[in-house]
Antibody
Framework: EVQLVQSGAEVKKPGESLKISCKGSGYSFTSYWIGWVRQMPGKGLEWMGIVNPGDSDTRYSPSFQGQVTISADKSISTAYLQWSSLEASDTAMYFC???????????WGQGTLVTVSS | DIVVTQSPDSLAVSLGERATINCKSSQSVLYSSNNKNYLAWFQQKPGQPPKLLIYWASTRESGVPGRFSGSGSGTDFTLTISSLQAEDVAVYYCQQYYRPPYTFGQGTKLEIK
């Protein structure tokens, strides 16, 4: 069974750094891209970017380029989303998802809630 | 970026009736070399991650009930629920995966009338 298990909820202050994780299991981790999707409170889904765990190639949405870093460590089947300096506007639920053979997200993590507040 | 727009924003349908949600992309998402439309539909229930329902515009994901169907080509697409069940109450999103960023529509909230 394919599973994506994300790290737990985080409460941070503006200006702090953060790295959240997404561990894949039940499939060949290096064979499928992993993506990240933001959902702000009460809002829709926003595609942030994707990483190829096999060679760490990444693609970002222009809206998120330079704001976050997406990476992966294939040795532990884990993808990451990180911020160097959080802002209150980063408060949201963040989902990781695996791209399937049909080139879209066929399996999703449970989500990580990030709250940024002073 | 390819802009994806859904209509309506919300919809109330009686149990057992048909529900139809529309999705329009600002550019064609039909890839001529394989004649596939790079368009997917997701269902999101409160407190849950999204769930893939339809890919290639009309192919049901494994385990998705037959009352869900997708149609359309190029820039105009439709998700149809043939006979609405109570468990179908959710927000539905379409997504183009033709070219990054793989943008989502704004979502359509489906409720019971």
């Amino acid at each position: 069974e394919v599973q994506l298990v994300q790290s737990g909820a985080e409460v941070k202050k503006p200006g702090e750094s953060l790295k959240i994780s997404c561990k894949g299991s039940g499939y060949s981790f290096t064979s499928y891209w992993i993506g990240w999707v933001r959902q702000m409170p009460g809002k829709g889904l926003e595609w942030m970017g994707i990483v190829n765990p096999g060679d760490s190639d990444t693609r970002y949405s222009p809206s998120f380029q330079g704001q976050v870093t997406i990476s992966a460590d294939k040795s532990i089947s884990t993808a990451y989303l990180q911020w160097s300096s959080l802002e209150a506007s980063d408060t949201a639920m963040y989902f990781c998802a695996k791209q399937g053979g049909a080139v879209t997200f066929d399996s999703w993590g449970q989500g990580t809630l990030v709250t940024v507040s002073s | 970026d390819i802009v994806v727009t859904q209509s309506p924003d919300s919809l109330a349908v009686s149990l057992g009736e048909r529900a139809t949600i529309n999705c329009k992309s600002s550019q064609s998402v039909l890839y001529s070399s394989n004649n596939k439309n790079y368009l997917a539909w997701f269902q999101q229930k409160p407190g849950q991650p999204p769930k893939l329902l339809i890919y290639w515009a009309s192919t049901r994901e494994s385990g998705v009930p037959g009352r869900f169907s997708g149609s359309g080509s190029g820039t105009d697409f439709t998700l149809t629920i043939s006979s609405l069940q109570a468990e179908d109450v959710a927000v539905y999103y379409c997504q183009q995966y033709y070219r990054p960023p793989y943008t989502f529509g704004q979502g359509t909230k489906l409720e019971i009338k």
